[in-house]
């Protein structure tokens, strides 16, 4: 059987650094939470600092039932993440590749290219695959839009995982605003709510079956 590709390019600008946004698509255990909609179990049977291997459980725009995939995170160059979805027992195959192009204001721009591998005779289903990916692309976007902010502000209040502010932690220390602090990302990012077991996997699963957005709570720092 002849095959081909349903493609779709989805693109948008921000305000963020190249790493924060990195940071963002890496944090694979923010998608339970953030991306409730989307997204109800996250599965990482491997990691390192350029490789994530996972399974994920997640319903599509216009798809009313959740798709068991397995995904190959790859970080190609500092520039551009490769993933690589499977499912039905890889009858299904797709790649996506996220291109983060920086400009001299540490503002970045990113653009998804997605293919998904069809049998020839499905290639009229171009348009709603493009719809579908579209749509994708926005939402998750500005789901996301609210974490990036408040990263980014806090980061240059001083901010570091797992430590807080030390100028709030201990008041002896005197206030130091870096707001021209560069942002860094290490990968892979140290994670604290996955279930806990006795393998080296990590499972992040959406326990609670109802939930609505209701941002961060605190807009001004």
């Given amino acids: ?6 493609k779709s390019v989805s693109s948008a ?6 790493e924060l946004l990195i940071w963002n698509y890496w944090d694979h255990e923010h998608i339970v939470g953030t991306h409730f909609e989307h997204y109800k179990k996250v599965n990482i049977l491997y990691e ?6 996972s399974e994920r459980w997640a319903k599509l725009s216009f798809i009313p039932f959740y798709l068991k995939t397995t995904d190959l995170c790859v970080m190609t160059n500092e520039n551009q993440m490769d993933v690589f979805h499977y ?25 998804r290219h997605t293919h998904l591998q069809v049998p020839s005779f499905l290639k009229f289903l171009q ?7 579209q749509k994708w692309f926005v939402d998750v976007w500005e789901e996301d839009m609210p974490m990036r902010e408040r990263r980014f502000k806090v980061w240059k209040l001083g901010f570091e995982d797992f430590k807080g502010i030390n100028y709030i932690n201990n008041p002896k220390i005197i206030k130091n605003n870096s707001f021209n602090r560069e942002y860094k990302v290490k990968l892979p990012i140290p994670k604290i709510t996955h279930i806990k077991n006795k393998s080296s996997e990590k499972t992040f699963l959406r326990i609670i ?13």
């Fill in 87 to 111: 499912a039905f027992f890889n009858f299904i195959y797709c790649k996506q590749t996220f291109v983060f192009e920086e400009n001299s204001q540490k503002e970045c721009k990113v653009t």
């Fill in 48 to 53: 390192d600092q350029k490789v994530c291997f």
């Fill in 127 to 133: 348009p709603f695959f493009d719809k579908i990916m």
């Fill in 209 to 221: 079956k109802k939930s609505k957005h209701i941002g961060y709570g605190l807009p001004d720092l």
């Fill in 13 to 18: 600008s921000s305000k963020f650094p190249k």
């Fill in 1 to 6: 059987m002849t095959k081909t590709f349903l």
